[in-house]
């Protein structure tokens, strides 16, 4: 069964910009990791510094074991744009139309 883990950033002053970019170069490396069914970026339409960052996994387990196949260095342009640790939970589909 598909579950979503979750991400809610928002990017350091005057960062919106390296922050889509560097979300959208995760979302391309994440779509190539086995067990991968998809990723969502999105952008607070009522504030263009928050991100929401879904990605979609066969399991909890694919998650975290995402980490094995992706380079390190994936995620070093992510931390630079993001103010703070983002915020992320697993969840389960109970509908999707």
């Not at 979503?4 to 922050?19: E, P």
Request: hydrophobic share 40%; with cysteine; aromatic share 6%.
């Amino acid at each position: 069964m598909t579950v979503a883990r979750h991400y809610i950033m928002t990017a350091k002053q005057g960062g919106s910009a390296q922050l889509e970019t560097a979300l959208s170069n995760l979302a391309d490396a994440v779509r190539k990791v086995p067990g991968s069914e998809g990723v969502e970026l999105l952008r607070d339409a009522g504030d263009e510094h928050r991100f929401v960052f879904i990605e979609k996994w066969e399991s909890i387990a694919a998650h975290k074991g995402a980490g094995d196949h992706m380079a390190k260095e994936a995620l070093a342009p992510l931390r630079d744009a993001i103010d703070g640790p983002p915020e992320g939970c697993y969840l389960d589909y109970l509908k999707t139309v």
